[in-house]
């Protein structure tokens, strides 16, 4: 059986460090956003969602306690544990120290997401913490790579990657028509610096993409399950597969962790052609260690049926958590393609009264687009949680019925928290008098107005999602 998966040493310890790093990645957006997110005075401010939910509900260290110099603490924490884990320190550690550092890791990141609310509520938040969790049972430096692990870890990696192709051809037709191209890369949430380009490929090129998509997606997923050196072979497809995406457009760390449980696959022998390093010869693991090993696979087996019988059904869900550990979780995105890109533009204005002849000066936000001008940015794998947010709210206004007036009224007050939040404030000296926020369509320019103007994007007012409002007439909740 181990001949047949060719367990390696070298997947093992590229998966455990690039994990390792997207923790240290999300442990660090953590600290730098919370603030006027889910702050005490936040928009959705945590100590009020703690008042509504029990621990049994929603597990958190902060059900003991709450407060924002405490959820500071917690993040960074999170931070130096998976800096130290990047560092190769947690893996020269005691193996029962060494999985205590990945337990803790995976312990504080849950506490986080499980009171994230609205910020939280992503894919790759579950995606993160099921593999953080079989991190915890990989073992370290001086003991064998567990196969019961190693396959679990490709497990994982089959849910995502089948899922996620399920999911577009049960859903838009145009993934049937190997169309959705034709618009996804203007479309999606957050737009990279090459998603440009990547639009304006010829249309033969993106029905190729889309059908490269449907066997990546819904045929090798099958083959991580075959002797080697096939299942090398569809794991490098799915690595090159994820490296287009990454190019492609911003989804904070799901390519990545994508590529990274791919990695997990690649035996020794491939592996040492690429990175200069020879694995040491690892001693047989503990009994309890492996005792433990085949306790966690059993237990996986049996929460398994959920997410299979999601896969099987015709109801699919996209992205959903079965328990509220998020453990063993369904996966999938875009199962609907926007056709058109609206979004929101908040803008403000000193004056007195707003007239006819207002002067409105438009904030910017660090990732979404804004100013026509303003190329699109690499932001992934950091999570701007935000401009996602604001995304979705110009696609439906329901997204924001919980904490977009609450961000207007922070504007008018020129709060700190929630400036930090923006690429640009045009009131640095004194807030505005008053805020409003507009709808427009956005596309990317074609080439020839690309050259002559230098704009990345053209845009049209669709309406007023909001009208002036100042700071006697906005609520802060």
């Known amino acids: 059986m181990t001949d047949w998966f060719d367990v390696g040493q070298l997947g093992r310890w590229l998966f455990t460090e690039g994990l390792a790093a997207l923790y240290l990645v999300a442990f660090v957006a953590a600290a730098r956003q919370f603030r006027a997110l889910l702050g005490s005075d936040g928009m959705l401010p945590i100590p009020r969602y703690l008042e509504a939910t029990s621990f049994r509900r929603s597990p958190s260290i902060f059900h003991l306690h709450y407060s924002d110099r405490f959820y500071a603490g ?15 320190i947690t893996a020269r550690l005691p193996l029962p120290l060494c999985m205590a550092v990945w337990l803790v890791m995976w312990a504080l990141y849950l506490s986080i997401v499980n009171v994230g609310q609205l910020w939280y509520g992503f894919g790759w938040e579950s995606l993160l913490l099921e593999a953080g969790f079989l991190a915890v049972f990989l073992g370290n430096t001086d003991t064998a790579a567990p196969l019961t692990i190693m396959v679990l870890l490709r497990w994982l990696l089959f849910r995502l990657e089948f899922g996620a192709g ?34 304006h490929l010829p249309r033969p090129l993106h029905r190729m993409e889309a059908a490269g998509n449907h066997v990546t997606q819904l045929v090798l997923p099958f083959l991580l399950f075959a002797p080697q050196p096939v299942a ?9 597969t994820q490296l287009w995406l990454v190019a492609s457009g911003n989804f ?16 020794d022998s491939l592996m040492q052609r690429i990175v200069p390093v020879r694995p040491t010869e690892p001693a047989a693991a503990p009994v309890w260690f492996t005792v433990t090993t085949w306790v966690v696979a059993a237990g996986v087996v049996v929460l398994s049926y959920w997410p299979v019988r999601n896969m099987v059904g015709s109801h699919q869900l996209m992205n959903a958590s079965f328990n509220r550990w998020h453990l063993v979780n369904t996966y999938g995105a875009f199962g609907t393609v926007t056709r058109i890109r609206t979004e929101i533009v908040v803008e403000g204005t000193d004056d007195d009264e707003p007239g006819p002849h207002t002067e409105w000066r438009a904030y910017e936000f660090r990732g979404k687009p804004g100013d026509p001008v303003r190329r699109p940015r690499q932001i992934a794998p950091y999570h701007l949680r935000l401009d996602w947010l604001m995304w979705f709210a110009a696609i439906s206004p329901g997204y924001g019925d919980r904490w977009f007036g609450g961000f207007v009224h922070r504007l008018l007050e020129n709060d700190r928290d929630t400036l930090a939040l923006l690429r640009h404030n ?11 926020a507009r709808l427009f ?37």
């Not at 960074?76 to 130290?84: E, I, N, P």
């Not at 577009?168 to 169309?179: A, E, M, S």
């Not at 191209?181 to 090459?194: A, D, I, S």
């Not at 090398?232 to 799915?238: E, G, I, L």
């Open 166 to 199: 399920l999911i577009k051809i049960r859903g838009d037709p145009c993934w049937r028509r190997l169309t959705c191209l034709y618009y996804h890369h203007e479309t999606q949430p957050m737009p990279g610096p090459l998603s440009w380009y990547f639009h």
């Open 441 to 477: 369509e956005y596309r990317f320019t074609d080439r020839r107005t690309r050259r002559s103007t230098g704009r990345w994007w053209d845009r049209e007012l669709l309406g007023v999602c909001l009208r002036p409002v100042n700071l006697a007439g906005s609520r802060r909740r």
């Open 232 to 240: 090398t072979w569809v794991a490098v497809a799915m690595i090159v």
């Open 74 to 88: 917690v993040a960074w924490a999170g931070a130096a544990l998976a800096a130290v884990t990047v560092a190769g």
């Open 252 to 267: 904070s760390w799901l390519n990545w962790l994508a590529i990274v449980l791919a990695c997990s696959v690649l035996p």
């Open 426 to 436: 045009p009131f640095p000296d004194a807030p505005p008098q008053w805020v409003r």
